[in-house]
C-alpha cells in the first residue's frame, strides 16, 4: 500500500471520528427551490479530469444567470474524500460537491448533506441503481449525475474465428474462455487482480449474479459468507485454478497492451475501456475488434458492479439555493447528453440515453441494458474497510492458497468486527 | 599499473556503468515519456523513443492551460520560506541546546526527539483546526506555519553544534562578544555543512509536500506543484500520462538542479550526523 493510501485512510478515519463526535446529525428539512435565477458566490469541489472540463461547460448556465459566479476548484480524486471529510470537520466546506458512490457512504454518515429538496428531481427519472445510492433512512442526499455498469468485453475478431458469439451464462463464460485460448490468446479472460478495494466490488456484481449479497435485506448485518457468496467467489476462483486467468494481471492501464496483443481476449471493464483502445490503437482497430455484452448471466441473472457520481449539496454551505439549481440544470436530460458530448461521461438520467449521440453507439446498447440492473457496493461506511480488507484475501483464492469458504469466514469475522458503521 | 589491476578496474567500472543504468532507466523513461502524447503511451508494444522530441505540447498544456506557473510560484514561496525559518530557527535552537546550558534543556530536547516519533498523520486533523482558528486557511502561510521548524531541523543543528569546541566560544566570551554576536560571527560559520543539510532537507520536504497543502487550499490558486500535478494529470477514468510525466520532469528539476550544487554538503551532512 501507497504513504498516500495510508495517510487516505488515516485521514479518512480521524476526520469520520471527529465529525461524529462532533454530533453533526442529520435534520431532516426539505424546501422547495424556485425558478428565478441564482445569485451570489457558487463553490463547488470536484475531483478527476470533470474538474477541468465542467467550467468551460457551465458557460451556458453561467449566463442564464448572470448574478451567479461559479467558482470550481478541482481536486485529486484519491484524496477527494479525505479533503471533505477534513473541512466537514473543521467548517470550510463548499456549496457543492461529486460524490463517488464507492466511498460516498462514509461521506454521509457525518450527516453534512443536505436532503434533496421536495420537487428537485424525480426519482424515477435516474437508473434506480443509481439513485438508491445516495438515499438514506428513505430521504435522498444526493443526485446522480453519472453511471456506469461494467460489461463484458471482449475480442469480436477472435470470437468470429472461434465462431462464437458472446457467452450469456456463467457455463458459456468458462466455454468462451477456452476457445479464446484456442484461438491464441495466453489467456482465455483477464479478471480484477488488484486485489483492492476494488475487486470487492468486482465480487460483488458475481454474488449478485448467483442471488447473494454482502449484506442482508434490511443493511444491518453483513452476510459476507453466505452459501451462495461462497459459490460466487468459488466461480471467480476457478477461472484461475483451470488456467483460463492470470493472477498477476492485467492490472489497470495495462489492460490495453494485453488485450491488443492477445494476451486476453475478454475482461469485465467499464465502458471507458472503448475510448483506451481509440487512443492506443485508433478507432478502425476498436471496430474490428472490440465488441460488449451485459455480464454472462449467473443462476440469478446479469448483473454489474455500478459506479456513479452524485451531486450533494453541503448543509453549512453559503449557498445552498443556488447549488440545487445547478444540480437540477445539470440533470435535465439535454444537459446530460451535452455533458456525455463532451466529457464523456455516461449519463444518469434515463431519458438522455434516448438522443442519437448514445443511441447510435453499438457499443453502448450493452452498457444501457447493465445499468438498469447494475448494482452498487453496500452503501455503509465501513465498506472501505470491509472491501479493502475482502479484495486483499481475494488473492488467496486467486493463487490457490485457500478456499473460498476459508476466506468468506475469515472476511465476515473481521467484518463483524467492523460492524455496518451509521 | 599493471594489467590485471586495468582489467579489474575495467570490470568494476562496467558492472558500475550497468547497475547506473538499471537504476536510471525510469528516468529516462519518464523523460522521454514527457514528449508523447497519451495514445503512444498506450499503445502495445510501447516504443522507447517518442516519435517527435519537439512535441512540447504536455509542457505548453501545463503552463499554458493548467496553471503551472501559479503552482510553481507558490511551491517557490513555500519552499523559499519554509527553508529560511528552518534554517535560521533550528539553528538558533540547536545552537541553545547544545551550548547555552539552562534548566530543563534535557527535556526540551527530549520533546523534539519525541515530536519527531509521531507520525505527521496523527497531528493532522488537530493542526487543521488551529490553521482554521488562526483564519489561515486557502493561505501560504497556513501551508508553512506547520513545518516552518521541523524538528528534525533542530536536532540535525544541535548534533553539529556539539562538534563546536567549546574553548573557540569561550574566547568570545573572554573578549567580551555577546551572544547574538558569537552566534552570528562565530558559530554559524563553522557549521556551514549541517545548514547546508537543513536547508536541503527542508527544501524536499516542502517541495515534495503533498496532503497538507491540498487540505489547506480553498481553490487551485493556492495549489503547489504537487497537488496541481495530481490534479493535472487526472483524465477520464483514466491518467494523462503524458501531462503526468511532464509535469514530474518540471517538479523534479529544481531538486535536481539543487543537488547538483549542493552535493558536496549533503554528503558530508550525511556523513557527520549519520542521517539521510
Known sequence: MSTNRVARRAVLVGASALAVSLGLAATVHAETIDDAPASGVLQVWIGGAEGEKLPSFLADFEKANPELKVEITQIPSDQ????????????????????????????????????????????????????????????????????????????????????????????????????????????????????????????????????????????????????????????????????????????????????????????????????????????????????????????????????????????????????WKLVRYLSQPETQVGWYKYFGSLPAVKAAWDDPAIAGNGLLNAQREALQTAVDVPQVSTWNQVGTYLGQQMELVARGQATAKQVLDDVQAFAEGAGVGN | MSGKHRLRTALLYAALTLVAVIVLLPFVWVLFGAFKTQGEIMAAPGAWLPQDFSNLANFAELFERRQFGTYMGNSLIVSAFTVASNVLFSSLAGYALAKLPFKGSKLVFGCILAAMMIPYIALFVPQFFIIVQFGLVNTLAGIILPIAVMPIAVFIMRQFADSVPDELLEAARLDGAGEFRIFFGIFLPLVGPAIATVAIITFLNSWNYFLWPLIVAQDQGTYTLPVGLAVASQAARSIDYGLLLAGAIVVLLPVLILFLFLQKYFVRGVAVTGLK
Open chain 1, 80 to 323: 477527494f474524500d479525505a479533503k471533505l471529510l477534513t473541512a466537514i470537520a473543521a467548517g470550510t466546506v463548499p456549496d457543492l460537491v461529486r460524490l463517488y458512490s464507492q466511498s460516498q457512504a462514509s461521506l454521509m454518515a457525518t450527516g453534512a448533506f443536505a436532503p434533496v429538496p421536495e420537487g428537485l428531481v424525480k426519482a424515477e427519472d435516474f437508473f434506480p441503481g443509481a439513485y438508491a445510492t445516495s438515499v438514506k433512512g428513505g430521504v435522498a442526499y444526493g443526485v446522480p449525475m453519472d453511471a456506469y455498469a461494467t460489461m463484458f468485453q471482449y475480442r469480436k475478431d477472435l470470437a468470429d474465428k472461434a465462431g462464437l458469439a458472446a457467452p450469456k451464462t456463467w457455463d458459456e463464460m468458462k466455454a468462451f474462455a477456452k476457445a479464446m485460448q484456442g484461438q491464441g490468446a495466453t489467456w482465455g479472460l483477464g479478471m480484477d487482480i488488484g486485489y483492492d478495494i476494488y475487486n470487492a466490488q468486482g465480487l460483488n456484481e458475481y454474488v449478485h449474479q448467483n442471488g447473494g449479497g454482502f449484506l442482508s435485506a434490511d443493511g444491518t448485518q453483513w452476510t459476507i459468507n453466505s452459501d451462495a457468496n461462497v459459490a460466487a467467489l468459488d466461480y471467480w476462483g476457478s477461472f484461475f485454478k483451470e488456467g483460463l486467468a492470470s493472477p498477476d494481471g492485467p492490472k489497470f492501464l495495462d489492460t490495453v497492451p494485453w488485450f491488443t496483443s492477445n494476451e486476453i481476449a475478454g475482461k469485465d471493464i467499464g465502458p471507458w475501456f472503448e475510448q483506451w483502445l481509440v487512443d492506443a490503437n485508433g478507432r478502425d482497430w476498436v471496430n474490428a475488434n472490440l465488441a460488449t455484452a451485459i455480464m454472462p448471466a449467473g443462476p440469478a441473472g446479469s448483473v454489474s458492479a455500478l459506479g456513479s457520481g452524485s451531486l450533494a449539496v453541503l448543509k453549512d454551505g453559503k449557498n445552498q439555493t443556488a447549488a
